[in-house]
């Protein structure tokens, strides 16, 4: 048997408390900065960051309710909007590394559309299509009219009323909601489900997550958070010329709470659910064996993209590509009716960070990169 002599066993010691202390002085860093980003009183922050097999931060400051004063908790659902996007493109790729879709697939294949017949799964993936994106403002509707509400009468509304073409596939990069709403529509074609059907059996309930954690309908009101707008912000006084005002409620100590809506597509942007259940979404990437996704096709998930020149775009089949410090990560951000959201990737970091707030007003790309630091410089 191999023996640790006291000299080995000293210098361990020394290096794990070292850490202990590192970690920890770091963790009440966080709090500390978390606490100014959000006071007692305000509405909250989820923060989590996880690595490919623990949990290494996690938490949650501010009020989920404000009227009722009501603290914010990580179990929590909150609408992720955009966000969703992500989990729409390993959806995809899913189906593609089932070969029951090719990324070079013309889209009218699976679903009718007006624009470019040359228009292909990749280019609404990477957002190359030359599909125009209007404000997308008054796509929603109240969560309680939802089991009246018929998404392909409202898709085909859409593609009807914003029909032309802004410039011809891959020329160029151009974010486009349209075009995931299709790509939804895609996933429902080829799968014969449902959009939502098929991201939960495909991709929350491989990795144990039920409909109280994430999902495209709110599971319990009581576990819910309100959202936000900040009274004297633009959208707080202007709110009513750009949204229905039947979306608007009262005004909660200089917060007006905004009613539970759902997105008319939810592939572009309808996913709702705790930063901790996205945070279990980026951890299983982080795996080397995902249960989501193969080499391959995890492979193309971070592949970046060109335009027919040849030229690079910040972007991937489902991810956005931006850098701090010279340190590259992948992220996608939703921001919509009183809440923001931001989730982030360091493959060669290994970690994976999930923030989201209950106002529509927050700065989530720069809270973010200065919360993330503390662990990119900790490597």
């Known amino acids: 048997m191999q023996t640790v002599s ?51 931060f996690n938490q ?81 509707h109240l969560a309680q009219a939802h089991d009246d509400y018929d998404e392909q009468v409202e898709l085909k509304k859409i593609l009807s009323e914003y029909s032309a073409q802004d410039f011809q596939p891959g020329k160029r990069y151009q974010y486009s909601n349209i075009g995931y709403w299709l790509l939804g529509s895609v996933i429902a074609r080829v799968s014969e489900k449902s959009y939502a059907q098929y991201l939960s059996e495909h991709l929350f309930e ?37 949204v229905d005002a039947e979306m608007l409620g009262k005004n909660e100590s200089g917060w007006r709470h ?8 939810p592939s572009f942007g309808g996913a709702i659910g705790s930063a901790r259940a996205f945070a279990t979404i980026l951890q299983d990437l982080l795996s080397t064996n995902s ?22 775009i910040d972007m991937t089949l489902g991810w956005h590509i931006a850098d701090i410090e010279g340190i590259t990560y992948y992220y996608k951000e939703g921001g919509g009716a009183g809440f923001h959201s931001e989730m982030r990737i360091y493959p060669q970091h290994g970690f994976a960070s999930v923030i989201t707030s209950n106002r529509t007003s927050f700065d989530s790309r720069q809270i973010l990169s200065e919360l993330d630091l503390h662990f990119v410089t900790t490597e």
């Not at 404000?66 to 992500?86: G, H």
């Open 206 to 242: 491989p990795l144990n997550l039920d409909a109280s954690e994430i999902g495209f309908t709110i599971h319990d009101e009581n576990n819910h958070a309100n959202g936000y707008l900040k009274q004297w912000s633009f959208m707080g006084l202007f709110g009513r010329l750009f």
């Open 6 to 56: 006291l000299a080995a066993l000293a210098t361990m010691l020394i290096i794990s408390c070292a850490f202990t202390y590192s970690a920890s002085s770091r963790d009440r860093t966080l709090s500390l900065l978390l606490n100014q980003y959000a006071a007692d009183d305000e509405p909250g922050i989820q923060y989590v960051v996880v690595s490919e097999s623990d949990t290494i």
């Open 291 to 312: 249960i989501l996704l193969g080499p391959a096709a995890k492979q193309l998930l971070y592949q970046q993209q060109i335009t027919n020149a040849g030229t690079d």
């Open 60 to 140: 949650s400051v501010g009020l989920s309710n404000v009227a009722s004063n009501t603290a914010l908790e990580a179990s929590q659902t909150m609408a992720a909007f955009s966000m969703t996007k992500t989990l729409t493109a390993i959806a995809v790729l899913q189906l593609v590394e089932q070969n029951k879709i090719k990324l070079d697939d013309k889209v009218s294949v699976y679903v009718t559309h007006p624009y470019d017949p040359g228009i292909t799964v990749r280019h609404l993936l990477n957002h190359t299509a030359g599909i125009p994106n209007p404000i997308p403002l008054k796509w929603v």
């Open 258 to 265: 905004v009613k539970n809506v759902y997105l008319n597509g």
